[in-house]
């Protein structure tokens, strides 16, 4: 590799000839050309190719196609190499600042033709918005500059180098630099030209930038406005028509501070925006301007003076088929998602989005924290020897990156914290970086997780921290250390508002306690919510060897080393569906909670700043499930952190039916987001009257029995069940298995639960050491009484002392058969177990089981530590949709608190079973599949799942909760599932 090159992606300064300072990203009706489409592309496998293709005269004919923006390896069916995935893994050897010489290069030529008139502009800009990871760009053979910084807008003054008619730029884009080292963000790697290219005119006496900065209080607003511009763009018009303002500036020495009497306030739940031009005769900037002031005022974070409240998640730029090209439609509706599900903040992880992600984020109302280009995660593996956040030869890069981020999206009333990065250690270059934008933006704090010791930053900010500790930060018990800290340096933490930049992690199936940590939010001031990890899967539409298209992750390109699975850990899947952790999520961080008292209801409100004049209220009743009555409730307007008693309507009770009373807050109005009746808050009464449940025949005269016996609709074969209603059956069996989800592997340290759990192994693999995947049954009796069957069973894995005995009781009393199940574990279980319960098995026959009608709760999927997005209620689906597609296959689809199940086959029931509620009042809850949890377990992908012929239907007396251990805390000790004795009780009838 020649010197020059080898010096050039190996460099750590940011690049050559890209104009500083940078600037804002401006609407500006100054002529512009969008350099997007098909460009002339050609790959190399190193980075030492020849650089005559810049040559104005290069012939490309022999080049492919290929699109600006895009990543070439999502082009061309893998004919430009192959994505790779890595959360911290460095996928070349940690050699900083040198990179392979293996190193994909990507060369673009594109012809264009300049337009008329533009020689008469003062400079014509070049300007990228997104390459990835070091680019050089020449124009009609001549090289304009060089840059890195990936997710960061670069321009260049190509003034000189273009001519009236055709033109032509090149750019060569390096998938690997030293850049590469600070960009080891928690994604897949995605090379070249991804977001936009545009040529600009930049006017004689243009508007270079522009800043207007905003303030409110008590009804007024305050601006205070920066430009730059040379002396000949004087005068310049501010215009706000709405608010009746317009301003001259004859010079820049009036450029000054103004107020503005009578505004209303921008904030995520009302995000208020004017449009104001600024302007002179040859360009105009159109800004939508929001009035809001951000402060920390002791330990509260504040904007326009009340406590903000995150519930907030991380997002990524990712797309299945685009990677991190920009979609506007898409990002609108993602954002409009996010909105109907409650959510009120971004982290832009890692990374500044698209920009004009921010102008919707000003638009629908979200509060965002703004998060720099920088992640070197792949440190940690060396214990952060090298790492560039403290080595002065990286210093420039870094403070290059920090200025590039605040500088473009400075403008953005959404935007109320910056974020020097992520995951990248501590040093003095971070301080540098927050030094900088403390000087340049004293409107907005700085936020950075690493700074664990709180030197350089204006909030506490952790990743992961389990309940009792983040209970912990919220106290003043300076008796409780924190992480990482001295305790002079904990009491100085203590003195800041404290937020979670990362919690909750949402891989596969899961997370769990989010009402817990929502708890804790609302307890203690100091704790201001947080963001989820995170928004959505980043799986990368694939096609399998038959041809069944999915959802890829790491490993599914051939990747020397990558980090698996981990990349699918949102609330949203790849194909745009919310899972049921978005949904449990909306119903614990509702804005408006129902307390019920009596006859009476509070309607409290818990937002920002806004109040329910936007909602109304409505209730039903139902019986059993089935509707009775229902109508509006009349509510006042509450105010923001008011609540208000409300009386509620007599509800019929019904004597022998369950009675639920449902109160809802729905919008009003239709919005940007969601149309009228959408529901944003709701909440559920029992009005039930309590009934006992029946009592359990007592039998004494079993005899030992064989041979075939018929009770009711179910027929015996020497004990064991072989048909129910007419329908072959196997079982019941004992399942104490369930296909482990992604956080029952985890194997992180933070486990709270006693014995029951070993730090740095997961449950996942305690589980596999006690077979619990490969149980045997051994039948120890079976005896008849009358019109009963009783049968006594062990059951074992091989190579384990461990047992559980089941003794299952079949009795026809009166014409209806109840099946009750005593499980006893013996002694000497260690860990907690993933499920209890029995599983039947029903062959398909001539009219395959393929749905299900059941009354208890729904009709989403949920498990001991998520059950708030569920309700009480009579649900009906498909055996299909049942389950959760999580993009690797585990544990999904269990429905808590049965009451009845109806097992249909074509729309008509074929088997009715009724649970009752054990002695102790819990009631069991039921999954059905087409595959048993050892299939599922078996399979790294839907699509490996095998053919099934059989409906698997288990009832479990209870399963073990979810945690957030695939990066984070277990499961809390009052949602684990310990070995202990639990009854079943069935009553199992033919359709009626």
Same mark, same amino acid.
């Given at each position: 590799?020649?010197?020059?090159?080898?010096?050039?992606?190996?460099?750590?300064?940011?690049?050559?000839?890209?104009?500083?300072?940078?600037?804002?990203?401006?609407?500006?009706?100054?002529?512009?050309?969008?350099?997007?489409?098909?460009?002339?592309?050609?790959?190399?496998?190193?980075?030492?190719?020849?650089?005559?293709? $810049?040559?104005?005269?290069?012939?490309?004919?022999?080049?492919?196609?290929?699109?600006?923006?895009?990543?070439?390896?999502?082009?061309?069916?893998?004919?430009?190499?192959?994505?790779?995935? @890595?959360?911290?893994?460095?996928?070349?050897?940690?050699?900083?600042?040198?990179?392979?010489?293996?190193?994909?290069?990507?060369?673009?030529?594109?012809?264009?033709?300049?337009?008329?008139?533009?020689?008469?502009?003062?400079?014509?800009?070049?300007?990228?918005?997104?390459?990835?990871?070091?680019?050089?760009?020449?124009?009609?053979?001549?090289?304009?500059?060089?840059?890195?910084?990936?997710?960061?807008?670069?321009?260049?003054?190509?003034?000189?180098?273009?001519?009236?008619?055709?033109?032509?730029?090149?750019?060569?884009?390096?998938?690997?630099?030293?850049?590469?080292?600070?960009?080891?963000?928690?994604?897949?790697?995605?090379?070249?030209?991804?977001?936009?290219?545009?040529?600009?005119?930049?006017?004689?006496?243009?508007?270079?930038?522009?800043?207007?900065?905003?303030?409110?209080?008590?009804?007024?607003?305050?601006?205070?406005?920066?430009?730059?511009?040379?002396?000949?763009?004087?005068?310049?018009?501010?215009?706000?028509?709405?608010?009746?303002?317009?301003?001259?500036?004859?010079?820049?020495?009036?450029?000054?501070?103004?107020?503005?009497?009578?505004?209303?306030?921008?904030?995520?739940?009302?995000?208020?925006?004017?449009? &104001?031009?600024?302007?002179?005769?040859?360009?105009?900037?159109?800004?939508?301007?929001?009035?809001?002031?951000?402060?920390?005022?002791?330990?509260?974070?504040?904007?326009?003076?009340?406590?903000?409240?995150?519930?907030?998640?991380?997002?990524?730029? @990712?797309?299945?088929?685009?990677?991190?090209?920009?979609?506007?439609?898409?990002?609108?509706?993602?954002?409009?998602?996010?909105?109907?599900?409650?959510?009120?903040?971004?982290?832009?992880?890692?990374?500044?989005?698209?920009?004009?992600?921010?102008?919707?984020?000003?638009?629908?109302?979200?509060?965002?924290?703004?998060?720099?280009?920088?992640?070197?995660?792949?440190?940690?593996?060396?214990?952060?020897?090298?790492?560039?956040?403290?080595?002065?030869?990286?210093?420039?890069?870094?403070?290059?990156?920090?200025?590039?981020?605040?500088?473009?999206?400075?403008?953005?009333?959404?935007?109320?914290?910056?974020?020097?990065?992520?995951?990248?250690?501590?040093?003095?270059?971070?301080?540098?970086?927050?030094?900088?934008?403390?000087?340049?933006?004293?409107?907005?704090?700085?936020?950075?997780?690493?700074?664990?010791?709180?030197?350089?930053?204006?909030?506490?900010?952790?990743?992961?921290?389990?309940?009792?500790?983040?209970?912990?930060?919220?106290?003043?018990?300076?008796?409780?250390?924190?992480?990482?800290?001295?305790?002079?340096?904990?009491?100085?933490?203590?003195?800041?508002?404290?937020?979670?930049?990362?919690?909750?992690?949402?891989?596969?199936?899961?997370?769990?306690?989010?009402?817990?940590?929502?708890?804790?939010?609302?307890?203690?001031?100091?704790?201001?919510?947080?963001?989820?990890?995170?928004?959505?899967?980043?799986?990368?539409?694939?096609?399998?060897?038959?041809?069944?298209?999915?959802?890829?992750?790491?490993?599914?390109?051939?990747?020397?080393?990558?980090?698996?699975?981990?990349?699918?850990?949102?609330?949203?899947?790849?194909?745009?569906?919310?899972?049921?952790?978005?949904?449990?999520?909306?119903?614990?961080?509702?804005?408006?909670?129902?307390?019920?008292?009596?006859?009476?209801?509070?309607?409290?409100?818990?937002?920002?700043?806004?109040?329910?004049?936007?909602?109304?209220?409505?209730?039903?009743?139902?019986?059993?499930?089935?509707?009775?009555?229902?109508?509006?409730?009349?509510?006042?307007?509450?105010? &923001?952190?008011?609540?208000?008693?409300?009386?509620?309507?007599?509800?019929?009770?019904?004597?022998?039916?369950?009675?639920?009373?449902?109160?809802?807050?729905?919008?009003?109005?239709?919005?940007?987001?969601?149309?009228?009746?959408?529901?944003?808050?709701?909440?559920?009464?029992?009005?039930?009257?309590?009934?006992?449940?029946?009592?359990?025949?007592?039998?004494?005269?079993?005899?030992?029995?064989?041979?075939?016996?018929?009770?009711?609709?179910?027929?015996?074969?020497?004990?064991?069940?072989?048909?129910?209603?007419?329908?072959?059956?196997?079982?019941?069996?004992?399942?104490?298995?369930?296909?482990?989800?992604?956080?029952?592997?985890?194997?992180?340290?933070?486990?709270?639960?006693?014995?029951?759990?070993?730090?740095?192994?997961?449950?996942?693999?305690?589980?596999?050491?006690?077979?619990?995947?490969?149980?045997?049954?051994?039948?120890?009796?079976?005896?008849?009484?009358?019109?009963?069957?009783?049968?006594?069973?062990?059951?074992?894995? $091989?190579?384990?002392?461990?047992?559980?005995?089941?003794?299952?009781?079949?009795?026809?009393?009166?014409?209806?058969?109840?099946?009750?199940?005593?499980?006893?574990?013996?002694?000497?279980?260690?860990?907690?177990?993933?499920?209890?319960?029995?599983?039947?098995?029903?062959?398909?026959?001539?009219?395959?089981?393929?749905?299900?009608?059941?009354?208890?709760?729904?009709?989403?999927?949920?498990?001991?530590?998520?059950?708030?997005?569920?309700?009480?209620?009579?649900?009906?689906?498909?055996?299909?949709?049942?389950?959760?597609?999580?993009?690797?296959?585990?544990?999904?689809?269990?429905?808590?608190?049965?009451?009845?199940?109806?097992?249909?086959?074509?729309?008509?029931?074929?088997?009715?079973?009724?649970?009752?509620?054990?002695?102790?009042?819990?009631?069991?809850?039921?999954?059905?599949?087409?595959?048993?949890?050892?299939?599922?377990?078996?399979?790294?992908?839907?699509?490996?799942?095998?053919?099934?012929?059989?409906?698997?239907?288990?009832?479990?007396?209870?399963?073990?909760?979810?945690?957030?251990?695939?990066?984070?805390?277990?499961?809390?000790?009052?949602?684990?599932?310990?070995?202990?004795?639990?009854?079943?009780?069935?009553?199992?009838?033919?359709?009626?």
């Amino acid at each position: 590799m020649p010197s020059e090159l080898s010096d050039l992606v190996s460099d750590t300064t940011p690049g050559r000839g890209a104009l500083r300072p940078a600037r804002s990203w401006l609407h500006s009706d100054a002529p512009s050309l969008s350099l997007n489409g098909s460009w002339r592309f050609r790959l190399s496998p190193t980075a030492s190719a020849a650089e005559d293709f $810049a040559a104005e005269d290069f012939d490309d004919r022999g080049w492919d196609d290929m699109a600006v923006p895009s990543h070439w390896v999502l082009e061309g069916d893998g004919a430009y190499g192959r994505p790779i995935y @890595t959360n911290v893994q460095f996928p070349f050897p940690i050699d900083p600042p040198y990179v392979p010489g293996e190193n994909p290069t990507g060369d673009y030529r594109r012809r264009f033709e300049l337009p008329a008139g533009w020689t008469d502009a003062e400079r014509v800009v070049l300007r990228f918005d997104g390459v990835e990871s070091l680019f050089r760009v020449w124009v009609n053979g001549v090289e304009a500059g060089s840059a890195s910084g990936s997710r960061l807008a670069h321009e260049f003054d190509v003034t000189p180098m273009v001519r009236p008619g055709g033109n032509v730029v090149a750019v060569r884009a390096h998938q690997w630099s030293a850049a590469s080292y600070v960009e080891d963000q928690d994604q897949w790697w995605l090379p070249g030209i991804f977001r936009d290219v545009t040529l600009l005119a930049r006017p004689v006496a243009g508007i270079e930038d522009l800043w207007l900065r905003t303030g409110f209080d008590s009804g007024r607003g305050h601006i205070d406005p920066e430009v730059v511009a040379d002396a000949a763009a004087f005068p310049l018009t501010l215009r706000i028509p709405e608010l009746g303002i317009e301003q001259v500036w004859a010079t820049a020495a009036d450029v000054a501070p103004l107020d503005v009497a009578e505004v209303a306030p921008w904030s995520a739940e009302r995000p208020r925006l004017y449009e &104001a031009t600024v302007s002179n005769a040859a360009e105009t900037i159109t800004q939508r301007v929001g009035f809001r002031t951000v402060e920390i005022r002791g330990d509260q974070f504040l904007v326009n003076g009340r406590r903000v409240v995150f519930h907030g998640v991380n997002r990524h730029e @990712t797309h299945p088929e685009r990677g991190r090209v920009f979609d506007e439609e898409h990002a609108r509706e993602d954002l409009a998602l996010m909105k109907r599900f409650n959510v009120n903040a971004i982290r832009t992880s890692h990374y500044p989005p698209h920009p004009r992600l921010l102008d919707l984020a000003d638009e629908l109302g979200f509060w965002v924290v703004l998060e720099c280009d920088l992640e070197t995660h792949g440190f940690h593996k060396v214990d952060w020897a090298g790492n560039p956040s403290d080595d002065p030869a990286w210093r420039e890069a870094y403070l290059d990156r920090v200025r590039r981020t605040v500088e473009r999206d400075k403008n953005h009333p959404s935007i109320v914290i910056w974020s020097l990065g992520n995951e990248a250690g501590t040093g003095s270059n971070l301080a540098a970086m927050s030094s900088w934008v403390h000087a340049r933006d004293a409107g907005r704090p700085v936020h950075y997780e690493g700074d664990h010791a709180g030197e350089y930053t204006d909030v506490y900010s952790r990743m992961y921290a389990s309940v009792p500790e983040t209970e912990a930060i919220g106290t003043d018990d300076s008796r409780v250390p924190l992480l990482n800290c001295t305790p002079a340096q904990g009491a100085r933490q203590r003195t800041k508002p404290f937020l979670l930049c990362e919690y909750a992690h949402a891989m596969g199936n899961g997370p769990g306690a989010f009402d817990q940590y929502e708890a804790l939010v609302r307890e203690h001031p100091r704790l201001h919510g947080g963001f989820v990890w995170e928004w959505r899967d980043h799986g990368i539409l694939a096609k399998a060897p038959d041809g069944t298209l999915y959802y890829a992750y790491g490993g599914d390109f051939g990747e020397v080393v990558h980090d698996g699975n981990f990349v699918m850990d949102g609330m949203v899947l790849s194909d745009d569906t919310p899972t049921p952790s978005l949904h449990e999520f909306k119903a614990v961080v509702q804005p408006v909670t129902f307390s019920f008292e009596g006859d009476k209801v509070a309607v409290t409100n818990l937002r920002h700043s806004a109040d329910t004049s936007d909602l109304r209220f409505r209730w039903r009743v139902e019986h059993d499930g089935t509707l009775v009555e229902s109508g509006e409730l009349e509510t006042p307007v509450v105010a &923001a952190g008011a609540s208000e008693w409300v009386p509620l309507p007599p509800v019929a009770v019904a004597p022998d039916a369950e009675t639920w009373l449902t109160v809802e807050a729905v919008l009003a109005a239709g919005t940007a987001w969601a149309p009228e009746g959408h529901v944003v808050a709701t909440a559920q009464l029992d009005r039930s009257v309590h009934r006992p449940v029946p009592a359990v025949r007592i039998r004494p005269d079993w005899q030992a029995d064989t041979g075939r016996l018929t009770l009711g609709v179910a027929e015996f074969a020497d004990g064991s069940l072989v048909r129910l209603a007419g329908r072959a059956v196997s079982g019941p069996r004992l399942e104490l298995f369930r296909a482990p989800t992604d956080n029952d592997e985890g194997a992180s340290d933070e486990v709270d639960d006693g014995d029951a759990a070993v730090p740095g192994v997961s449950n996942a693999d305690l589980w596999r050491r006690d077979g619990l995947h490969r149980l045997t049954s051994r039948r120890v009796g079976v005896e008849r009484a009358g019109d009963a069957l009783r049968t006594l069973d062990k059951v074992s894995a $091989a190579d384990s002392a461990l047992f559980v005995m089941v003794e299952s009781v079949w009795t026809l009393d009166g014409g209806e058969l109840e099946l009750r199940v005593e499980i006893e574990p013996s002694s000497g279980w260690r860990t907690v177990w993933p499920r209890v319960g029995i599983r039947l098995s029903l062959p398909d026959g001539t009219a395959p089981v393929d749905g299900a009608e059941w009354f208890g709760l729904g009709p989403l999927e949920s498990y001991p530590d998520s059950l708030r997005a569920v309700y009480t209620g009579r649900f009906s689906s498909s055996v299909r949709d049942l389950a959760v597609d999580y993009a690797r296959p585990q544990e999904t689809g269990h429905r808590s608190e049965l009451r009845e199940l109806s097992l249909t086959s074509g729309g008509t029931e074929v088997l009715r079973v009724v649970a009752l509620p054990d002695t102790r009042g819990r009631r069991p809850g039921f999954v059905l599949s087409r595959h048993t949890p050892q299939e599922i377990a078996g399979a790294g992908h839907p699509y490996e799942l095998p053919a099934s012929g059989t409906t698997h239907l288990h009832i479990d007396a209870a399963q073990h909760g979810l945690g957030s251990r695939a990066c984070g805390p277990d499961v809390r000790p009052d949602f684990a599932l310990r070995p202990e004795s639990r009854t079943l009780r069935l009553r199992i009838s033919a359709p009626r």
